[in-house]
């Protein structure tokens, strides 16, 4: 095992990659998003492009070593900064590990604000 040489501890990105799907199923667009604010039933995250409200996002959230998968529906969708976007999502879909590691990257990200 190495020696730890790093001055402050490695913190993962909060940057996240989704799928945006039409209600028939079909990938309308895939990327990536900031997450700008989080609460235990849904995430805001500043993307490249408005996201209609009829659409359902995956996200794909990496934690440490666990990666989950949580679906959601726009909230919302509105203009930000820089050509972005600020986009609401009300998580649907998240079983019960992925609650578990969704609550630690909730805490991280508590952690990095209070930080800034």
Not at 57 to 64: D, G, K, Q, S
Request: hydrophobic fraction near 35%; charge should be negative; aromatic fraction near 8%.
């Amino acid at each position: 095992m190495s020696e730890e040489l790093r001055k402050h501890p490695r913190i993962d990105s909060l940057n996240l990659s989704y799928l945006c799907i039409d209600d028939a199923g079909t990938i309308i667009e895939q990327n990536m998003g900031r997450t700008l604010n989080v609460s235990a039933t849904g995430i805001c995250l500043e993307t490249h492009f408005e996201i209609k409200p009829n659409y359902n996002l995956v996200l794909t959230i990496a934690f440490e070593e666990d990666l989950i998968e949580v679906k959601g529906k726009i909230a919302y969708c509105r203009p930000g900064v820089a050509d972005m976007y600020e986009t609401g999502v009300e998580f649907t879909d998240m079983d019960d590990n992925a609650k578990e590691i969704y609550q630690k990257y909730v805490q991280l990200f508590d952690k990095q604000k209070a930080k800034a």
